[in-house]
């Protein structure tokens, strides 16, 4: 069991930046990779970002990459998502996720309760 924690969510207007984070507690991350995915209304999940866990390699989705950055700390058992230049489009609610790779898409293993996240003039 693993619990995750996500916070720093919030509303903001397009071009402004938030940064997110996650925690986790009880168990330690045992997942290929810790990462974010998002869904919005009447939306599925859609990967945003992603990174190994003992390596560090990040992985970015079309929408994410150029504008948000992941990042980790291993002694505190947290990942971030730094977004910048946020968008209208980006208006979600954003999941902190252990994945794993699969052969066309990540796979979902766990999840936290999420953040909203809401990009607006």
């Known amino acids: 069991q693993v619990a995750l924690v996500e916070s720093g969510g919030g509303s903001v207007q397009p071009g402004d930046s938030l940064r997110l984070s996650c925690a986790a507690s009880g168990r330690a991350f045992n997942s290929y990779a810790m990462g974010w995915f998002r869904q919005a209304p009447a939306k599925g999940r859609e990967f945003v970002a992603a990174m190994s866990w003992s390596g560090g390699t990040a992985y970015y989705s079309n929408v994410s990459r150029g504008r948000f950055t992941i990042s980790r700390d291993k002694a505190k058992n947290t990942v971030y998502l730094q977004m910048n230049r946020l968008r209208p489009e980006d208006t979600a609610v954003y999941y902190c996720?252990?994945?794993?790779?699969?052969?066309?898409?990540?796979?979902?293993?766990?999840w936290g309760q999420g953040t909203q996240v809401t990009v607006s003039s």
């Open positions: 996720s252990g994945l794993h790779p699969a052969e066309s898409d990540w796979e979902y293993d766990y």
